[in-house]
T-cell receptor, first 114, second 113 residues
Framework: NAGVTQTPKFRVLKTGQSMTLLCAQD?????MYWYRQDPGMGLRLIHY???????AKGEVPDGYNVSRLKKQNFLLGLESAAPSQTSVYFC?????????????FGPGTRLTVL | QQQVKQSPQSLIVQKGGISIINCAYE??????FPWYQQFPGKGPALLIA?????SEKKEGRFTISFNKSAKQFSLHIMDSQPGDSATYFC????????????FGQGTRLTINP
């Protein structure tokens, strides 16, 4: 099993450009999450999905959109990138709706917006 | 608004020493308290976790101490090794339609050989 994979690993954008980050998991998990990691701020939840065809806003959703057309994939889109979106983006997935369930993280995408 | 505050931001410990990282939370509705370990260029991975009705949990060299009344919890790494050098995040979990993790700011731990 590959677990949680993310593409691309690195990307540099110019302000105003758009892009899509892809997250894929092969663990048949219902729940998927997108986080951003910034120095001194830990990880913050952007959007999440509780199953195929569902999405919901997290703590910092502005400037991002998501889609979950297939259970195994969760896409994060930036329609018009801004320098404030320079960050490392992590996708995670979990199996059950339980506080004790483990979230499994992907390796991350490092995005720089110039 | 940071609901989970973590300290210190960075920590240097000699090999064989004890590493201690502290966290404090504000929301009493949290149900679970995991610690994640992150190596450079990798995603965070669950290290150890504790329920709020337990005061201590130990797994090998890693121990969580939990003080519910003070709303504080800490990670202790005994006999710290250079391979423990990583960034550590505490987190607090609620379940509101989905499992929501609120992370601390992170601690960069360096173990000197």
């Amino acid at each position: 099993n590959a677990g949680v994979t993310q593409t691309p690993k690195f990307r540099v954008l110019k302000t105003g450009q758009s892009m899509t980050l892809l997250c894929a998991q092969d663990m048949n998990h219902e729940y998927m999450y997108w986080y951003r990691q910034d120095p001194g701020m830990g990880l913050r939840l952007i959007h999440y999905s509780v199953g195929e065809g569902t999405t919901a806003k997290g703590e910092v959703p502005d400037g991002y959109n998501v889609s979950r057309l297939k259970k195994q994939n969760f896409l994060l889109g930036l329609e018009s990138a801004a320098p404030s979106q320079t960050s490392v983006y992590f996708c995670a997935s979990s199996y059950r709706l339980a506080a004790t369930d483990t979230q499994y993280f992907g390796p991350g995408t490092r995005l720089t917006v110039l | 608004q940071q609901q989970v505050k973590q300290s210190p931001q960075s920590l240097i410990v000699q090999k064989g020493g004890i590493s201690i990282i502290n966290c404090a939370y504000e929301n009493t509705a949290f149900d679970y308290f995991p610690w994640y370990q992150q190596f450079p260029g990798k995603g965070p991975a669950l290290l150890i976790a504790i329920r709020p009705d337990v005061s201590e949990k130990k797994e090998g060299r890693f121990t969580i101490s939990f003080n519910k009344s003070a709303k504080q919890f800490s990670l202790h790494i005994m006999d710290s090794q250079p391979g423990d050098s990583a960034t550590y995040f505490c987190a607090a979990v609620t379940v509101q339609g989905a499992q929501k993790l609120v992370f601390g700011q992170g601690t960069r731990l360096t173990i000197n050989p």
